[in-house]
C-alpha cells in the first residue's frame, strides 16, 4: 500500500508558483530579472515539482541536486532520459556540491527559452505522475 507523505500537493503548488514567477518575469520585467536569477527560480520551481512527485509516492531523495532527485524519481517512474539530458543541460550552469568539480556560469538571455521549457517539462511529467491520487476523503466530525 502507497503511503503518501503529508504536503505533497503544496509543493507541486509551490512549484507552480515559482514556475509561473520565472515565466512572467523572463517576458514581463527583464530589467530586473537576470538569467542567473531566472535559473535559479526555475530550478527551484523543478524541486519543488519533483519533491512534490516524490511524496506523492511515498519517497524522499537521498539529495537535492538535480541529478540525485532524478534518481529518486526514476526508482518510481523508470528513465527518463530527456528528463536526464535536460538536468545534465542545467547542470552546466553549476556543479556546485562538489569542490573538486565546482563549476558555475551564468546563462545568457538567449539559453532562458530552454530553461524553462525543462521547468514546464517536469511540472508536466509531475503532473501526469499524481494526477490519479484521489484526494483524502474528509469525514464529517
Known sequence: ???QITGWRQYMEDG?????CAINAATMRRHIFTPAILYNINAMAIEKFLMGFLMCH????ENHTMVDILRSVEHI??????LANEFRYLD???EICDMDAFNRRDP???EVPRMLECGVMVKEFALKGTRFVKKPSVSPS
Open 1 to 3: 500500500m502507497l503511503v
Open 16 to 20: 507552480e508558483k515559482f514556475l509561473a
Open 58 to 61: 511515498g519517497a524522499l531523495a
Open 77 to 82: 517512474a523508470g528513465p527518463q532520459p530527456e
Open 92 to 94: 552546466s550552469f553549476q
Open 108 to 110: 545568457e538571455w538567449d
